[in-house]
Nanobody
Framework: QLELVESGGGLVQPGGSLRLSCTGSVNSLNYYAIAWFRQAPGKEREGVSCIGGSDGNTYYADSVKGRFTISRDNTKNTVWLQMNSLKPEDTAVYYC?????????????????????WGHGTQVTVSS
């Protein structure tokens, strides 16, 4: 069972930056594709970004392209989401997630039902 833990959320002013972290138990993230999702109050959970476990390929939702960067360091068992030029509409609970099945090392579509392992989330609030 893969366990994921997010950290790094907080309150930031518009235009500011935050870096979120997703960690797992020892070596557990190394081969998994890891994605970030977010859910704002009253809205559906939406996919933000994904990084492959085997190829390191990255994918982004149009709403965050050019502002967010996903990266990983398998020696630290960590995936990061660097968020720059934050906007009030980025306010949400951010979750990291991983797929299961025989192709768990590739990023599936950034839709909720493609991912089976979830963290508990970290709150990001963008407000002046």
């Amino acid at each position: 069972q893969l366990e994921l833990v997010e950290s790094g959320g907080g309150l930031v002013q518009p235009g500011g930056s935050l870096r979120l972290s997703c960690t797992g138990s020892v070596n557990s993230l190394n081969y998994y594709a890891i994605a970030w999702f977010r859910q704002a109050p009253g809205k559906e959970r939406e996919g933000v970004s994904c990084i492959g476990g085997s190829d390191g390929n990255t994918y982004y939702a149009d709403s965050v392209k050019g502002r967010f960067t996903i990266s990983r360091d398998n020696t630290k068992n960590t995936v990061w989401l660097q968020m720059n030029s934050l906007k009030p509409e980025d306010t949400a609970v951010y979750y990291c997630a991983a797929p299961s099945g025989s192709t768990y090392f590739y990023c599936p579509e950034l839709t909720r039902n493609e991912y089976n392992y979830w963290g508990h989330g970290t709150q990001v609030t963008v407000s002046s």
